[in-house]
Every structure is written in C-alpha cells, then in structure tokens.
Nanobody, 124 residues
C-alpha cells in the first residue's frame, strides 16, 4: 500500500512558477514509478510527467516539455514537479500517482495509487 499527499498548488500569474510535492508513505518507494496527471473541469485526466523507480528515466507530455521537470528524492519518499513558464491552459487539479510496474505510463488507468490532488490556477 502506498499513500500519497500532494502539496504546493496555488494561484500564480502567467509566466510564473510553482513546485508541487508529493509525499509517499509505505515501503520501497524507490521501486515505484511515479506520475503526475492533471484534470481541468469538464475534461479527462491527462498525463503530465512520469519518472521511473529504477534508473529514474523521465517522460513528459508534449504540452509541458521544456517547462516542467519531474524529479524524486527517494531518501525523503517524495516526488516533485517543478513548473515554469506557466500558462492559463495549465490550470487544473494536479494529481500524483504511483504504481509498482507501469507499461503504458501515459494511461492513468495503469496506476493504482493516487493522491487527493492540488489545485493549480494560472491567471492571464
């Protein structure tokens, strides 16, 4: 079992930055692949970024590539999402997710463990 708690959301102007954190409880955090997803009102949950447990390879949605950075600190059981050059279209509830083994990391249905979400609002 893994429990996830996100933090760091808020209101920011376009062009600004935010850093989201996701604290995980449970054993073997370093073995879990972690993902960030977001969901805007009336839209489906969409993939943002993914980081593997072993090796730490990272993957991004095209819409955030070059602006967002996913990282993890296995000693602190925490995964981060650094978001720079934010745009109004980045406004959504952001969720972190964990799964021991993920094949289709862009598919939210691959993940069993989810946080409660944190709101990110970008004003124009």
């Amino acid at each position: 079992q893994v429990q996830l708690v996100e933090s760091g959301g808020g209101l920011v102007q376009a062009g600004g930055s935010l850093r989201l954190s996701c604290a995980a409880s449970g054993r073997s955090f370093s073995s879990y692949a972690m993902g960030w997803f977001r969901q805007a009102p009336g839209k489906e949950r969409e993939f943002v970024a993914h980081i593997r447990g072993i090796g730490g390879s990272t993957y991004y949605a095209d819409s955030v590539k070059g602006r967002f950075t996913i990282s993890r600190d296995n000693g602190k059981n925490t995964v981060f999402l650094q978001m720079n050059s934010l745009r109004p279209e980045d406004t959504a509830v952001y969720y972190c997710a964990a799964e021991y083994r993920v094949l289709a990391y862009r598919d939210y249905r691959e993940y069993d463990y989810w946080g409660q979400g944190t709101q990110v609002t970008v004003s124009s």
